[in-house]
């Protein structure tokens, strides 16, 4: 578990430095963990559609279809391999800093994050569009997801997680909840 005690600015900028980069990880946790998610789901549907389990009525051959969905497993395995390898909810607990500073660092992070991730969309979209509509529907999902980080997520799921962290319970919770709030806000934009 990290711990970060609150710095003065002119003393200890390391600090502050330290704690904003533990905020933009732990969003970024989150990020990856919804792409993770979306990607091995839409991998799974797609191979059961391969293997004649599941009709999806896409119009593209079996081979097709099952090698667009070990791509997106591959994708998604990456998705939370990257996750797995960092600290396991970095930044969680941040003390000292006050709860509005940690809610305004996680707003901050998510809308960097988000364009981030809406930006590397949009600059795959023209490779997507040469391959299946698997892919195409993989770049549309990341777009959601990105779009649903810089407008969403801040709004909602920060200030959810700002809310309950002030029981027990809720500093153990808070992250779930921006992750649950941008799984819906990506699922919603998707539609």
Do not use: H
């Amino acid at each position: 578990m990290t711990l970060v005690t609150a710095p003065t600015v002119e003393t200890d900028w390391k600090a502050w430095l330290r704690f904003g980069l533990l905020s933009f990880g732990s969003i970024l946790d989150v990020a990856l963990l919804v792409l993770g998610s979306g990607l091995g789901g839409l991998a799974a549907a797609v191979t059961l559609a391969g293997l004649d389990l599941a009709n999806l009525d896409l119009g593209i051959s079996t081979g097709a279809l099952l090698a667009s969905g070990l791509g997106l497993a591959v994708l998604a395995a990456f998705c939370f391999g990257v996750y797995g390898e960092g600290p396991v909810n970095r930044g969680v607990e941040v003390e000292g800093f006050p709860e509005w500073q940690v809610a305004v660092a996680r707003a901050v992070s998510a809308v960097v994050i988000g364009l981030l991730i809406a930006w590397a969309a949009s600059a795959l979209m023209p490779f997507a569009a040469d391959l299946s509509v698997v892919m195409t529907t993989a770049v549309d999902f990341m777009a959601a997801v990105g779009r649903a980080g810089w407008t969403v997520v801040p709004l909602l799921g920060v200030a959810g997680a700002y809310a309950i962290r002030g029981w027990e319970a809720g500093r153990r919770l808070d992250i779930p909840v921006i992750y649950f709030v941008w799984v819906l806000a990506a699922m919603l934009f998707m539609t």
